[in-house]
Every structure is written in C-alpha cells, then in structure tokens.
C-alpha cells in the first residue's frame, strides 16, 4: 500500500465558528502556504467540507510551491512524491490542488513550467518564492495579494 490515510478523518467537519465567519465575512482570497501537499495541507483538505468550500469559494484560491528546481523547500515532500511515483516538480504540486485552484505561484528557478500549469487551466504567477530576508518574505506576500486581485477582477 502506497499513500496516506488520515483515520478519523471521516468523523470530521469544520469549526462551526469558522463557518460562521466565513458566511458572515467571505475572503477576498485564499493562500495555501508552500507547505508538504500530503502530510500538511490533505489532512486539512479532508476536513469535512473543506475542499468542498474551497472548490466553491467565490474568492481566488491560490497556492505558494512547496517546490523548487525538484527540491522541497523544507522537509520531506520530495522525498514523499518520489516514494509515490509522482515527479518532484513543482507542477505536481499544482496537478494535486487543481480540482479548487485558480492560482499557483512557482519560483524563477521553475518559469519554464508556467505554460503548463496554465494549460491545466491555473494562472501562474513567477517570482522569488524562497524567502531568506525579510524582504523577501513582503515580496513574496505582495505577489500573492497582487495574484489574487489580478484573478478577481478577470
């Protein structure tokens, strides 16, 4: 048996305060930080009823690579895709989110598979991703908030 299986996770659901607060205040846009698409992000994304809000959220989801030039930025995600069978490459990372994607944020390192996420239907937005200074961190934020806006207002 190859893959993850969160237990439990079926007896899920969503915070009914954060349900709450998502009808009363919807987002305007929605981040997946560059983290480990299988062992961070899916056990959030098997939450009851979060990929489906996520899937039908009127606001921009857009995701930050976790994967850069075929390397993870932390941790064992690279390790994990190959013990899975799936390439280390950032576009991977784009292919597992794009049932609710509308956005994905690749590193300069990997702009030559930009026009393939978009043939998949996603914008992409290039730019540094691999944040070292505080600079780059407000960089990186401001790249995303600039994505969302640009998918908002398509």
């Known amino acids: 048996m190859t893959g993850f299986d969160f237990d439990g996770a079926a007896n899920t659901k969503m915070n009914p305060d954060l349900v709450a607060w998502l009808q009363d ?3 305007s846009g929605i981040i997946l930080c560059p983290s480990n698409p299988y062992v961070s992000i899916d056990p959030i994304l098997q939450v009851n009823g979060m990929r489906d809000f996520l899937t039908g959220s009127d606001a ?3 995701a930050v690579s976790p994967v850069v030039g075929g390397d993870a930025i932390k941790g064992p995600t690279v390790k994990m895709m190959q ?3 799936i390439p280390n490459t950032a576009q991977s990372v784009a292919s597992h989110y794009a ?3 509308d956005g994905f944020v690749l590193d300069l390192e990997d702009q030559e598979l ?3 996420i978009q043939g998949d239907g996603i914008a992409t937005v290039v730019t540094q991703t691999v944040m070292r200074t505080l600079d780059d961190r407000v960089a990186l934020a401001r790249d995303c908030l600039e994505c ?3 998918l908002s207002n398509r």
């Open 25 to 27: 205040a919807p987002p």
């Open 60 to 62: 921009p989801v857009i």
């Open 83 to 85: 013990e899975l069978g």
């Open 99 to 101: 049932d609710f994607l």
């Open 114 to 116: 930009a026009a393939s």
């Open 148 to 150: 969302i806006y640009q």
